[in-house]
């Protein structure tokens, strides 16, 4: 049932009207400079016509003009500069998610999302969200690099392999919008699709409490953290205690320091000599293939449970 | 330069077309004008597969859920798409042809500097091309011709090798064109010839070949590193042994952001060429121009971030990549307004490679304008790889660098062939062209912003109507471009006879016979006067 | 052009015109070589900074007095390159027969240490990427990175080599056959500055892949 003709995507994210509005701007400049020069080149195509065969090439041309030069380098050097400080500024200014934001974890893979929320919901291909709240999206992918892509929200990010890269947005209205990979990642590339789901906060809460085992990842985490036997060491004084640990700054051995984010606890856990806290040994064996991705998130989140600091937990 | 009073016929002339006859005397052969014809049959020939894989492309999107092909088969098309024609037809096109055939001409040489080098780049190109066709006859490449990793290190099945190998092959051709090029331009100009006189197609030729000679080097390092990790197991982008494939990209788009300016200044000297040709004025701003395609190069090799700004990059690398792609726009803005300027009072002209000429100016605009868009961050962070991108690089590489490259193949067309092409139908060709173009591409401009994105063989219903307008495009483009295909091949036999200046151009190249002898001139021109000097041919129409 | 005559092909318009022509390409063509590698050395910068301690425990497990040896070993043969240079122009066939062959003879010497002593030696130790890596001790994926570059780096300089001696040994015929002079000399100037672009690739990379980590 033919009904208007899209141009645009439907703003359903905060992000979305100031990425529309420098998008218009965009739209004005070029739509003037294409006028512009169509509009110049027709004038003179026409008006300059040669009228005879042998018309003789003109006389007096005007072959330079330093004004003209100056005008027409200047001019479009002060637009593209406004385009690039607006850019910049929204970009910058989205960068970093607000402190109250509700996170997500996606784990990307040919060619499927799972998605796993921290009560321990999951699901595929699918993200509930709750209206007007914050989503940090914390990514990571088993194989290829993917792209989480939400166009109502004008909002994507490419999702790399044994990294976390992270997203966020705040859904301002309610409905179902498309969730696309959007770097090719092989054959099903383009059925690596499914849908955002955003809801009431009432809708969203029986969502989350539906169909749910009650066991949350941080109690997966505390799970893994008894059978793989990281008590052994992390629980008795051998390595580092985790209470508190989240977000704090880690002296290491070399002498440098870092925040104990979510790639630092991800590393410490699947390259665990990579970086040596200052004052233990070297003796932490690696979990690589013996942990999945979403297992490591569990830990992670478990770890967050024990206390974190109010600092720098990620880098954008 | 007068034109020599008497023509002889083509026939009863000895010129580089009949100097020798038999396949040994073309494969062999070291003259310039020659190898120049044979990078043109090769190209054409590759333009032709790449053509048929966007054909089969824009047919399967005909329907959301894929008209013709598998979305495995269609990942190999598009993939092969990309390879051929940025490898192998665009990236040569303007410098293996008009390059090779134009450039002793315009600086009053015999020949370039290594001929015989010239004759090896031909043969290294079509090593690398056979073996990119082998990898398409053996099944298919499917990693898009971005071959990112660990897609083509670890998870293809699908002939990355060859296709690597191929392209990799491929990029000496260009690195000795481009030597060629250097110094044929710095060693060999005419007496006079100064660098302020050269025509301003020779200054985007020496600015492309300085991106030839740095850039390329670092895509065959990066390709060489992708086989490598794929045949022994190493990994230099294997997260698993503390690599990044995000170093990948820094490598490749280290010289494929350059190569896309490869792509485009040979056009912009074209186009410098033929506006003052067919308005017969001199071009307005010659020294902005000139500046400017150096300017392009330089800055193009700075700003390869700008196709990773959501790759996981920094924020702070993002915005300095940002601010300097919208630098490397300012030099085309100036090159636009001053061929525009330059019709201002002319004695202006239609012929085919006028119309060519200025619809490269309006496409080119707006091509390079939704650059813009993607420089923008916030923008970018919407419509990177979407079909935003796909339609402003076509609309730079299409309905700018294809049609300049037609409107130079049918400008010196009587000068390689001895010749006149049919212009009724240049015409006629050169607007069906422009007209398809538009259809297929701008539509795509909407469909990104809507959030279509690439690379997908298959997509949601919604996106429906705006791809079968597209398709419906490419169906109008492609029969604009077999049309000169079957008038120019024609026009060898049976154009009317051209001689040496059919457009009264000003130039050393019209200077000579058409077609040329093998060395070109007669003896060798002594440069007195600017370029594009039709003020003085008005005054010597005056005289007479 | 291999007669003893001095030659100007015909694009060129005199001698000096061919010579400055196949210097500026010489010089390009250096300069592409230049970007190839600085690609590679780009990449193990990145790499070393980030895994620094790996990098240099990797480092360690190289013999640097081999490393040394032969970067000694090329320094010589640019010596003996160069005076086959001078040679040419002297006119002094002799003189620049001997030189090439020592230029030759020290390349074939820095070969056989690279392959045999050097590579050969780290395959059976197990730290062969691909093909044969067994080293257990801390660090060890980014050791196998390391030792990934190793192999690349110098396998990509010792191929230029290889080359090289394949050039020389044409114009070691050319020069025996008496097609060079005083008034021709300049394919040995320019097989001078290739070999002495390639000593040069050597002396950045024996620093950056031996001698990481204070050794000494």
């Known amino acids: 049932m033919p009904h208007a003709f899209p141009l645009f995507p439907v703003q359903a994210s905060s992000a979305a009207p100031g990425v529309d509005q420098l998008f218009y701007f965009l739209i004005a400049v070029s739509v003037f400079f294409s006028a512009l020069i169509f509009l110049l080149i027709f004038y003179f195509a026409i008006k300059y016509r040669r009228r005879s065969k042998d018309e003789a090439p003109p006389k007096n041309q005007v072959t330079n003009s330093i004004q003209l030069e100056v005008l027409w380098t200047v001019i479009p050097m002060v637009l593209v500069a406004v385009m690039y400080f607006w850019g910049a500024d929204i970009f910058v200014r989205d960068a970093r998610p607000p402190r109250n934001a509700t996170e997500v974890f996606v784990v990307g893979k040919q060619w499927m999302w799972q998605i796993e929320h921290t009560n321990g919901k999951r699901e595929i291909n699918a993200l509930h969200i709750p209206v007007d709240q914050p989503i940090k999206l914390t990514m990571t992918s088993q194989d290829v690099i993917h792209d989480f892509s939400v166009p109502a929200f004008r909002m994507k990010n490419d999702v790399l392999p044994d990294r976390y890269t992270t997203e966020w947005f705040k859904a301002t209205r309610t409905g179902k919008f498309h969730l696309f990979c959007d770097q090719y990642c092989g054959m099903g590339h383009s059925l690596m699709r499914g849908w955002v789901y955003v809801m009431k906060p009432e809708d969203y809460e029986r969502w989350l409490r539906s169909d749910v085992t009650g066991i949350t990842m941080a109690d997966q985490g505390e799970t893994l953290y008894h059978n793989l036997g990281c008590i052994t060491c992390h629980g008795t004084g051998k390595g580092p205690a985790f209470a508190g640990l989240y977000g704090k700054p880690v002296k290491l051995s070399d002498g440098q320091t870092v925040v104990a984010n979510d790639a630092y606890l991800r590393e410490s856990i699947l390259y665990p000599t990579a970086q040596i806290v200052n004052g233990y040994s070297p003796i932490m064996p690696t979990f690589k293939g013996q942990v999945s991705e979403d297992q490591v998130l569990q830990l992670i989140a478990y770890i967050k449970s024990l206390g974190s600091t109010e600092s720098n937990t990620g880098a954008p | ?544 | 052009m291999s007669n003893s005559h001095a030659v100007v092909a015909e694009q060129f318009d005199d001698r000096a015109q061919q010579h400055e022509a196949s210097s500026l390409g010489m010089w390009i063509f250096l300069a592409t070589e230049i970007m190839f590698f600085g690609g590679l050395f780009t990449a193990y910068t990145v790499y070393r900074n980030i895994h620094t301690a790996a990098f240099e425990t990797a480092s360690h497990l190289l013999n640097a007095k081999l490393g040394a040896f032969n970067t000694a070993v090329l320094i010589c043969s640019s010596l003996t390159m160069a005076l086959a240079v001078q040679a040419a122009q002297m006119g002094k066939r002799k003189r620049l027969i001997t030189y090439l062959l020592s230029t030759m003879a020290l390349g074939l010497v820095f070969i056989y240490i690279k392959f045999i002593l050097e590579w050969h030696h780290d395959f059976l130790e197990g730290l062969a990427p691909g093909l044969h890596f067994t080293y257990a001790g801390p660090h060890a994926s980014r050791v196998e990175l390391f030792f990934c570059f190793y192999f690349i780096m110098t396998g990509v300089h010792a191929l230029h080599m290889i080359v090289g001696e394949g050039v020389m040994t044409v114009l070691l015929v050319m020069a025996w056959r008496g097609a060079f002079s005083q008034e021709r000399y300049n394919p040995i100037e320019m097989m001078g500055l290739y070999w002495h672009f390639v000593d040069i690739v050597w002396i950045f990379l024996f620093p950056l892949l031996y001698l990481l980590g204070a050794r000494f």
């Open chain 2, 1 to 544: 330069m007068s034109s020599p009073e008497v023509e002889l016929p083509i026939e009863s002339r000895v010129h580089y077309l009949n100097a020798g006859y038999g396949i040994k005397s073309w494969l062999l052969t070291t003259d310039h004008k020659r190898i120049g014809l044979m990078y043109l049959v090769s190209i054409t020939f590759f333009f032709c597969f790449g053509g048929i894989a966007a054909t089969l492309m824009r047919l399967n999107l005909l329907e959301p859920q894929g008209l013709l092909v598998e979305p495995e088969t269609y990942n190999k098309l598009f993939s092969m798409h990309g390879i051929i024609m940025v490898f192998f037809f665009l990236i040569p096109s303007i410098p293996a042809v008009l390059g090779n055939f134009l450039i002793p001409m315009m600086i009053g040489a015999r020949d370039v500097a290594f001929p015989r080098l010239n004759l090896l780049s031909w043969y290294v190109f079509m090593t690398g091309g056979l073996l990119a066709l082998y990898a398409v006859i053996a099944g298919g490449v499917d990693t898009g011709w971005t071959f990112y990793t660990p897609l083509s290190t670890a998870y293809s099945n699908t002939h990355v090798m060859a296709a690597a190998a191929g392209v990799f092959i491929a990029g000496f051709s260009s690195i000795l064109t481009g030597m060629n090029f250097v110094v044929t331009i710095h060693k060999m100009r005419a007496p006079g010839l100064s660098w302020f006189r050269l025509p301003l197609f020779i200054w985007a030729m020496y600015a492309t070949s300085i991106i030839f000679i740095l850039g390329t080097p670092v895509i065959a390092i990066s390709l060489a590193l992708v086989g490598l990790e794929r045949w022994f197991h190493v990994g230099i982008f294997d997260p698993a042994l503390g690599g990044d494939p995000l170093l990948f990209q820094h490598m490749f788009w280290f010289y494929s952001h350059p190569a896309v300016y490869v792509m485009i200044l040979p056009s912009m000297g074209v186009i410098s060429e033929l506006v003052t040709a067919f308005s017969k004025k001199k071009i307005f701003g010659y020294h902005f121009i000139a500046f400017s395609s150096i300017a392009i190069a330089a800055i193009g090799f700075l700003v390869w971030g700008h196709h990773m700004f959501i790759s996981g990059q920094s924020i702070y690398a993002g915005l300095v990549f940002s601010a300097l792609s919208f630098a490397v726009a300012i030099p085309s803005a100036i090159k636009v307004f001053n061929w525009t300027a330059t019709l201002y009072k002319g004695s202006i002209s239609y012929e085919a490679p006028m119309l060519y000429a200025l619809g490269f100016i309006g496409l080119f605009t707006i091509g390079g304008l939704t650059g813009l868009f993607l420089a923008t961050l916030a923008v970018d962070q919407h419509v990177h790889d979407t079909y935003f991108v796909v339609a402003h690089f076509h609309y730079i590489m299409v309905g700018g660098a294809v049609m300049g490259y037609l409107g130079g193949i049918h400008y010196w067309w009587p000068k390689i062939s001895g010749r006149l092409y049919p212009d009724g139908w240049a015409r006629v060709a050169a607007i069906i062209i422009f007209v398809g173009f538009n259809l297929t591409f701008f539509p795509q401009f909407i469909l990104g912003y809507l959030g279509m994105p690439r690379r997908y063989a298959v997509y949601p219903a919604e996106f429906h109507t705006l791809n079968v307008v597209s398709t419906a495009g490419a169906s109008i483009l492609g029969l604009g471009y077999v049309i000169p295909l079957v008038y120019l091949i024609w026009s060898m036999r049976y154009g009317p006879e051209a001689g040496p200046n059919p457009w009264h151009a000003t130039g050393l190249e019209w200077t000579t016979a058409s077609p040329p002898p093998t060395h070109n001139f007669e003896e060798t021109p002594v440069v007195t006067e600017e370029p594009y000097a039709y003020d003085r041919l008005a005054e010597e129409i005056q005289v007479v």
